[in-house]
């Protein structure tokens, strides 16, 4: 059975780091994509990172430079490095799965994906 469980977050102070880890247990084929998606109070949630298993990564606008989106496959294990942090970073950060075919993962909307971790919460103070 897909199993995503998310770990790492916490409190920073702006321009701080914290790196998120996303337990990713079976998705070891080719075609699996893995996302990391934030939703902050009232927003709705939004697409930050995504990886393929080769591991082109694509990433939002608003952390282009400071997130840096990766996957160990051999422990089948994708983090989120996040350096300067900002208050606007604030949400609740959230790892996504599914099989996509070759070429088509790319940064989707939420209701791309079937698989959910249940989520941890990043919290930046200005």
């Known amino acids: 059975q897909e199993q995503l469980v998310e770990s790492g977050g916490g409190s920073v102070q702006a321009g701080g780091s914290l790196t998120l880890s996303c337990a990713a247990s079976r998705f070891t084929s080719s075609r699996s994509c893995l996302s990391w998606f934030r939703q902050a109070p009232g927003k709705e949630r939004e697409g930050v990172a995504v990886?393929?298993?080769?591991?082109?990564?694509n990433y939002a606008d608003s952390v282009k430079g400071r997130f840096t989106i990766s996957r160990d496959n051999s422990k089948n294990i994708l983090y989120l490095q996040m350096n300067n942090l900002k208050p606007e970073d604030t949400a609740m950060y959230y790892c996504?799965?599914?099989?996509?075919?070759?070429?088509?993962?790319?940064?989707?909307?939420?209701?791309?994906?079937?698989?959910w971790g249940q989520g941890t919460q990043v919290t930046v103070s200005s």
């Open positions: 996504a799965a599914d099989y996509f075919p070759l070429g088509d993962c790319y940064l989707r909307r939420r209701s791309d994906f079937r698989y």
């Open positions: 990886i393929s298993r080769a591991g082109p990564a």
